[in-house]
Structures are given as structure tokens and as C-alpha cells.
């Protein structure tokens, strides 16, 4: 368990385990105490998986989401958990850094290959 403050808010990254035998690590995810989760219409709430590389941008979590087999880069209102996806899937995705209105994030593990998604608005 991981646990760090991000923009006033406690993070705690917890239950991590890797993608596979050898691959990234994704771990679920509570800010402030309260599990981001994902609820549908039919089903109660989710867990979701997370990379464990959170960044800050406008008081927002900038965190890399995993979902069947692609990481996304999402940005999460911390007060409200919403979280909005803002880029297309990557097999891989470890947050380098914000600079301006772009996050750079690595695509491998040794960082040959980065790429870069420009920052939404506010949720």
C-alpha cells in the first residue's frame, strides 16, 4: 500500500498486483479516504485499476486508468470521483510530467518511446 498527498488530497493506492506475469503493476485507488469506483445503471460499484503514477494539473488527479487490456489517461475531479478518459488506450502508461496544458507520459517501461495528450477543461 502506497499512500502520498496530490494537490491537498491524500491518494492511497492499495491491492496492487501486477498485469500479467511480468507486467506493469495497477493498483485501486482512493482519494481522501473514498475508493474510486465505477458504478452502471444494473450493477453495483466497480473497482477499477490504476497505475500507480499520479500527477496534479488545476487541482485535478491525472492517473492512467486500466481496463481490459489498454491503459487511458484520465483526469479525476477529487471532490466528486468523476473521472473523464482523455486519451486512446496504450498497453502501457507511466506519467512523466505536466508542462503547459500537456501531460508526457511514457508508452515502455525504459521510456523509449513517450507521448503526449493535451489537458482538457475542467470536469
Excluded at 82 to 90: M, V
Aim: hydrophobic share 35%; glycine share 4%; with cysteine.
Amino acid at each position: 500500500m502506497a499512500t502520498l498527498t496530490l494537490a491537498g488530497n491524500t491518494l492511497e493506492f492499495s491491492d496492487c498486483r501486477e498485469v500479467g506475469q511480468g507486467g506493469p503493476e495497477t493498483c485501486t485507488l482512493s482519494i481522501n479516504e473514498v475508493p474510486v469506483t465505477r458504478t452502471l445503471l444494473w450493477r453495483s460499484a466497480r473497482s477499477q485499476r490504476f497505475h500507480p503514477t499520479p500527477l496534479e494539473y488545476e487541482g485535478d488527479v491525472l492517473v492512467p486508468l486500466w481496463e481490459a487490456t489498454y491503459f487511458y489517461l484520465v483526469r479525476i475531479d477529487p471532490q466528486t470521483l468523476k473521472h473523464r478518459r482523455l486519451s486512446p488506450g496504450f498497453k502501457f502508461m507511466r506519467l512523466l510530467r505536466v508542462q503547459d496544458d500537456e501531460v508526457e507520459f511514457s508508452t515502455w517501461h525504459d521510456n523509449r518511446e513517450t507521448r503526449r495528450v493535451r489537458l482538457t477543461r475542467r470536469l
